[in-house]
Each structure stands twice: as C-alpha cells, then as structure tokens.
C-alpha cells in the first residue's frame, strides 16, 4: 500500500502491522490449500499470493508444513458455535435450535474451509494435526454445554463431557455428508442434531450420572479376597 505525498514526491510504502501481515499470509495459505492437496501448494506460490517475499513468508512461519498447521488450526477455529443468551421463557429446546441453526449457516459460508479442514484431519497418524482436531471438540464441547446450561454438571461428570465429545464428532461427519457427499440435506442435519442433543439431555445425561463405575477386575479380586468367607456348608 502506498501513500501519494502532498509535495508531489515518489509515493512511500505504508509497512503493515506484523500481525496484519502474518493474517494476510495466512489468509491466502487457507485459499490455497482449500482448493488444492498440501502437496502441490509451495511456499514460493503463498508468498506471491501474499504480496511478500519468500523470506518474509519463512521468518513468520520457518516451514511449509508449520504455515499448514497454522492454517488449519484456523480452519478448525471458523465457524465458532454460537452461543444464545440466556433469556426468560425460552426453552432449552429453542437454544438448541438457535444454536444449531447459527452453526449450520456458518457452516454453509464456509462450505469449503470446513470440509478442508476435516479432510485434513481425517486420515490421522499426524500428530500435531491430531492435538489440533481435540482442541477444537474440546472448544466445541465448552459450546456445546453452556448452550444448554450444563456446564457445571460436565466439570463434575468427566462420562458427561466424553459423550459430549461423542455427539461433537456425530457433527463433523453428518456435516460432512452434508457439505461434501451431499447424502444428507441441511434439514436432515439439522433434525439428526437437534434429536440426538435432546434425547442425550433428557435420557441418556441422567442415567449416566446415576450408574456407577465398575470397579477394575484388581479391585474387585481384592475386595472379595478381604470379604469375609460365608458360612461353612451343613
């Protein structure tokens, strides 16, 4: 960008902020690798893409693969799930269509940054991809049990915030036969969701709560080694 000066002197470069400029390099990665496989994309063509250098691209993010993992981390940060306020009167029923509506059209803006995303991490053994993929159910599941007022009882119920994370990964791939497959319509989406989310709230959340854990096989061959033996046969 440049600025023409009042004295009719050569235009100055205006330098961007090194945040805005680490934005737009990433930017422009997050279009390239949404349309093509991570291998045929190089640095050399997302550093033109940006408007910078080579070295400029590299001393933000050193490597190609370090510049993926950035973008994808964003990727799986875009769409947030939207989060209703509390207001009197309304159910959790209506949250939860609020909420999951919100999602879905996020979702449908950002048709091709979210199906990238999930095939990025889909075939796992990655690592680094795989840690990216928890932390954002683990961002999706915090949504998810403030949406319908269960966060506390998900802090203290650690089986309440694993089914969460079960229900996360339903999303991902009904979204994906949506979006991707086109095997699902966004009705049918959106009906999968809200049922399954009702029915674990309403059914499955209590009934977990109330079941205890079955001690381990050690625990329980001690506790029956410690019992008292019975009554001697007549």
């Known amino acids: 960008m440049s600025v023409q000066r009042g004295d009719g002197a050569a235009p100055r470069r205006v ?13 422009c990665a997050r279009e390239l690798f949404s349309r093509r496989p991570y291998t045929t994309v190089s ?21 190609k693969r370090e ?29 939860i ?3 999951i509506d919100g999602w879905l059209e996020l979702l449908q803006r950002n048709r091709e940054t979210w199906i990238t995303a999930l095939d990025m991490t889909a075939s796992g053994g990655d690592a680094d991809l795989d840690r990216i ?4 159910r683990d961002r999706a599941v915090d949504h998810m049990t403030e949406v319908v007022g269960l966060t ?22 009904t979204t994906r036969e949506w979006l991707k497959s086109g095997r699902l319509s966004r009705d049918q989406v959106r009906l999968l969701l809200r049922q399954v989310l009702l029915h674990l709230i309403e059914d499955v959340f209590p009934a977990l709560v109330r079941t205890e854990p079955a001690p381990p096989a050690e625990k329980a061959a001690e506790t029956s080694a410690e019992s008292p033996a019975g009554p001697p046969p007549e």
């Open 97 to 99: 269509d609020q909420s």
């Open 43 to 63: 640095n050399t063509e997302i550093a033109a893409a940006a408007g910078v250098s080579r070295g400029l691209l590299n001393h933000y993010f050193g490597t």
């Open 133 to 136: 993929l928890e932390e954002a």
């Open 152 to 173: 506390r009882l998900s802090r203290e119920h650690p089986e309440i915030r694993a089914a969460f994370r079960g229900y996360s990964a339903m999303a991902e791939a």
């Open 67 to 95: 510049l993926y993992l950035a973008a994808v981390s964003q990727m799986m940060s875009v769409p947030p799930i939207p989060v209703p306020p509390f207001e009197p009167g309304v159910s959790v029923a209506e949250r």
């Open 15 to 27: 330098r961007k902020e090194p945040d805005e400029r680490r934005d737009q390099i990433l930017a």
